[in-house]
Structures are given as structure tokens and as C-alpha cells.
């Protein structure tokens, strides 16, 4: 009798364990893989302030990886954006966040972690163009970096460091 309840408690905690696992490293492979088309509206206000590309940082990890190209753009004077373009592409997983992150060259945890970040909200989908509302009042040249996190793991998945555009002449 001892037996049979010591192997129902080890069953019950594997099958959880086993199901939870399960929950979260295959559920974005299979209900998650549309492409999002998010586009920006036509605006004259709205001004590209900076660019980059996703890099993949760390080669012999398969799984937390990154490509494609972001703009930050300036909307008005305290509002902006930043769009992930058609050729953005993440490998899916669980909670990943956009971060407008004010250091420069980010390639590891410690790097995001140890600076300034504003969390922009929840990836909306592994690949396509998606368009996130930073904060109004942002000092936008104070960040350097977007990135995307991993909240449910604290995972760097790809970081974009940002190249300084120009801005056109009369506009600040």
C-alpha cells in the first residue's frame, strides 16, 4: 500500500512537471507561428531617428536567437515609436518583451540587466512587422538598444543597436 501511494504522489508530480514543460516550450510552436503585419499610418509629423539590425549573440545556443531590422521613429514632440520590420524573426518561446535599453552594445543577460531599460510590451508574434508606443516624455537619445527578453526565463533573446539617423533640417 505504502508502494502504490509513493508511486501516485511520484506520478502525479512527473505528469505536472511533464505537462507543464510541455505547456510552455510547445505551445508557441504551434498556436503562435502567424506572421504579425502591423503597418505604421501615413503621418508628416513622424521622423526616423535611429536603426538597427537583430543580431543572434550567442552562436552555439540554437534556441535564443534573432533577425531582421527595427526603427525608432519620433511621432510629435514628446511621442514615438518603434517598428520591427517585415523581416524581423525570433525563435519562439515563452514571454518575450520588446526593451528600449540605454546601453550601447548589448550581448549578454548581464548587459540588459545592468542598465536602464523601458519594458515597450509583450513580442505580439515571432516574426513579421509589429509597431510598439514608447512612452511619451522618453528621451529617445538616451537609448542605444532594443532588445528582446525573455521575461519567464530572464533570457537575452536578440539585441538591435541602434544607429543615430540625422534628423532633417527644422526638426528637432
Not at 508530480?13 to 504551434?30: H, K, N
Not at 550567442?58 to 534556441?63: A, H, Q
Not at 545592468?114 to 529617445?140: M, N, W
Request: aromatic letters at 12%.
Amino acid at each position: 500500500m505504502k508502494r502504490l501511494f509513493i508511486g501516485l504522489i511520484a506520478g502525479a508530480i512527473g505528469g505536472t512537471v511533464l505537462g507543464f514543460s510541455l505547456g510552455i516550450f510547445i505551445y508557441p510552436f504551434w498556436f503562435l507561428q502567424e506572421p504579425a503585419m502591423e503597418r505604421l499610418t501615413q503621418s508628416s509629423t513622424r521622423t526616423a531617428v535611429a536603426q538597427g539590425s537583430f543580431v543572434h549573440v550567442n552562436t552555439s545556443d540554437p534556441i535564443h536567437w534573432g533577425k531582421g531590422s527595427t526603427t525608432v521613429y519620433r511621432e510629435s514632440e514628446a511621442g514615438a515609436v518603434v517598428f520591427l520590420h517585415d523581416d524581423f524573426e525570433v525563435g519562439p518561446g515563452p514571454r518575450f518583451h520588446v526593451y528600449l535599453v540605454d546601453h550601447a552594445n548589448v550581448q549578454s543577460g548581464g548587459d540588459f540587466e545592468g542598465s536602464r531599460h523601458i519594458d515597450l510590451g509583450r513580442l505580439r508574434a515571432f516574426k513579421g512587422s509589429q509597431v510598439y508606443q514608447v512612452p511619451d516624455g522618453t528621451d529617445l537619445d538616451a537609448f542605444k538598444s532594443v532588445v528582446i527578453w525573455c521575461k519567464e526565463f530572464g533570457v537575452l533573446i536578440s539585441p538591435a543597436a541602434l544607429r543615430r539617423e540625422p534628423l532633417p533640417v527644422g526638426r528637432s
